[in-house]
């Protein structure tokens, strides 16, 4: 009830920064519609392959706008005055989780509502995709999560926009690892992005082949990792803002 009643307070300070919701619904979408008005000559713009990757673009935004909350509150002492609470650290990081929840499904709706509008097929496919996209949310999350608790409100926003980036050119959202060489292939494919999209992709496509075990296994590994540290450092920094 603890972790409910916290993300239940998460969830109304996010409702009451409703700009911060646009853009990060409506920054994926104008790219989706975007690159879908260009004739390019290649598979991966294709709507049915494009779309999985402008879901993670929309995750790593998620990176920045949960970054901003955690730091907020950091910078209130909102978190401090909860030390007295009964809650620990895990209690913590799933209220976060599940406060923004809510959000991913928006977003990923009204991804697929624009989608459909420039050709996706619409079929089953579709809500599985939004549970397993449910799921990888959680590695973009808890690393807001884990870039809130270090940094300040200011810079956070900062070191989490350079995230954005990051997803972009190594999960293949604009282009296919292939041509940038094998070093960048190699680094693409030790990164979770490109096992995030891939996985989305194979289920959107109901194309399981593309799925290897390799992309399961890196992005277990990453989700489990990025978990672990992000309530190692969400507890020492509370320890210290404490102090």
């Known amino acids: 009830m603890r972790i409910l009643n916290f993300a239940r307070r998460n969830f109304k300070e996010i409702i009451r ?4 919701i646009i853009f990060a619904i409506i920054l994926p979408i104008f790219l989706l519609f975007i690159f879908q008005q260009f004739d390019i000559p290649n598979d991966s713009y294709k709507i049915e392959n494009f779309t999985p990757g402008i879901i993670i673009f929309g995750f790593s935004v998620i990176t920045l706008f ?7 509150d950091r910078t209130t002492s909102f978190l401090v005055r909860l030390c007295i609470s009964p809650m620990d650290q895990i209690d913590f990081i799933l209220g976060y989780i599940l406060s923004i929840i809510p959000l991913i499904i928006l977003q990923n709706i009204l991804f697929f509502i624009v989608a459909i509008l420039l050709g996706l097929t619409f079929n089953i496919n579709i809500i599985f995709t939004i549970l397993i996209s449910i799921i990888i949310s959680i590695l973009f999350i808890t690393m807001g999560i884990i870039i809130g608790s270090i940094f300040t409100e200011k810079s956070s926003s900062g070191i989490s926009s350079i995230i954005v980036q990051f997803v972009c050119f190594t999960s293949e959202i604009y282009f296919p690892k292939e041509i940038l060489g094998k070093t960048f292939s190699k680094i693409c494919e030790l990164l979770p992005f490109e096992s995030c999209a891939k996985i989305i992709r194979g289920v959107l496509n109901n194309n399981l082949e593309l799925i290897s075990s390799r992309n399961i296994i890196v992005f277990c590994i990453y989700l489990i990792v990025i978990f672990i540290i992000a309530v ?10 404490n102090k």
Do not use: G
């Open 17 to 20: 920064d409703p700009l911060s």
């Open 66 to 72: 949960t970054s901003t909350l955690v730091s907020k």
């Open 232 to 241: 190692l450092i969400f507890k020492k920094r509370m320890l210290s803002d």
